[in-house]
């Protein structure tokens, strides 16, 4: 459970999210005992209204893991759209390719094994919703190219910018996360709520999800 939500709200959201997808349970019970720092299922359900709202067909997520989150993003997706992804350990991508096709999403789906920073010249846009979920040192980087990537009107959602609240000074009395990254992501939540391209707002869920529109 994180510090941001109370315990007991994030445990009634969890098993209102959870309730009826034991596919996406067991990709979670699978990252938990890998103790790997996926999504929750309430940040997955923000996900998928999202790129409802958004109408998205193409969506390119920054960050796989085994698959989580694209999951809930793929499964959004109208016949024909596609959810580009990219993850730089090739065994995540590996166990990743094999969640999406168990959960019949394999057509809809491409897995890019390498590193975002680099991977990044070369796919091409435009996207529909961009999810920004990778190496949080990277995010600033990163940040204009994905901007670059997204279609006026298109949606770029960000992960951990509140970072279990150490990005808020003073807040944690005993900091745990690597204060480099703590000082990465207060540096890209400035620079995403500065940014001229963007509209944002960040919600408070979890780990903190700042949503960004690009302007027209
Ligand atoms: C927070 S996890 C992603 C979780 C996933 N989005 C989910 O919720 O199901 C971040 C992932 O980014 C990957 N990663 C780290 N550095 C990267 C890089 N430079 N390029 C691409 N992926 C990277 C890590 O291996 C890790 O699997």
């Known amino acids: 459970m994180g510090q941001i939500v109370p315990a007991e709200i994030e445990q009634y959201l969890h098993g209102l999210n959870r309730a009826g997808d034991e596919m996406l349970e067991q990709i979670a019970r699978d990252g ?61 991508a590996k166990i990743a390719r094999a969640n999406f096709a168990r959960a019949g999403l394999a057509g809809r789906v491409n897995v890019l094994v390498g590193d975002a920073a680099l991977l990044i010249n070369k796919v091409s846009g435009p996207f529909d919703l961009i999810f920004q979920d990778g190496y949080k040192p990277l995010y600033v980087t990163l940040l204009d190219k994905l901007v670059n990537v997204l279609r006026p009107g298109g949606m770029l959602i960000s992960d951990n910018v509140l970072w279990d609240g150490e990005v808020v000074p003073g807040f944690v009395k005993n900091p745990s996360r690597n204060a480099d990254d703590t000082r990465a992501i207060a540096e890209y939540n400035q620079r995403l709520n500065a940014h001229p391209s963007l509209i944002t707002a960040t919600v408070p869920l979890r780990d903190g999800v700042a949503i960004s529109v690009k302007r027209l």
């Open 32 to 92: 938990a005992a890998a103790q790997l720092p996926l999504v929750d299922a309430e940040v997955g359900a923000l996900l998928r209204v999202l790129a409802h709202v958004n109408g998205a067909q193409r969506i390119l997520e920054i960050g796989t893991a085994i698959g989580y989150s694209g999951v809930w993003l793929a499964g959004a997706l109208p016949p024909g759209g596609m959810l580009l992804t990219i993850e730089k350990d090739p065994g995540r």
